[in-house]
């Protein structure tokens, strides 16, 4: 089992930039592939990108594609999304994910979320 906490979250303007952090429990974090999500309010929960155990393979939702970038540091337990050029769509709750399998659909374990709120 893995237990995940995000942090990073917080206010800024359209344009900006965040790097959110999920730090991830356990001794066995290179067995999990990651992947960040994020919900607006009113809105279902969306698919941002993942990343595999060893870090090599990423992929990202179309829209986040050429901003934001997901990479891991398995010596720190730890997987960053980094956000550039923010807009106010993208307003959410930013979740991490973790599974065993990489590129699944449904992971098996959730952290508890970090909002990021992009002014105009």
């Known amino acids: 089992q893995v237990q995940l906490v995000e942090s990073g979250g917080g206010l800024v303007q359209a344009g900006g930039s965040l790097r959110l952090s999920c730090a991830a429990s356990?001794?066995?974090?290179?067995?999990?592939?990651m992947g960040w999500f994020r919900q607006a309010p009113g809105k279902e929960r969306e698919f941002v990108g993942r990343i595999s155990q060893s870090g090599i393979s990423t992929a990202y939702a179309d829209s986040m594609k050429g901003r934001f970038t997901i990479s891991r540091d398995n010596a720190k337990n730890t997987v960053y999304l980094q956000m550039n050029g923010l807009k106010p769509e993208d307003t959410a709750v930013y979740y991490c994910?973790?599974?065993?399998?990489?590129?699944?659909?449904?992971?098996?374990?959730w952290g508890q979320g970090t909002q990021v709120t992009v002014s105009s």
């Open positions: 994910a973790a599974d065993r399998i990489y590129g699944r659909r449904d992971y098996a374990y």
């Open positions: 356990g001794r066995t974090f290179t067995s999990y592939a």
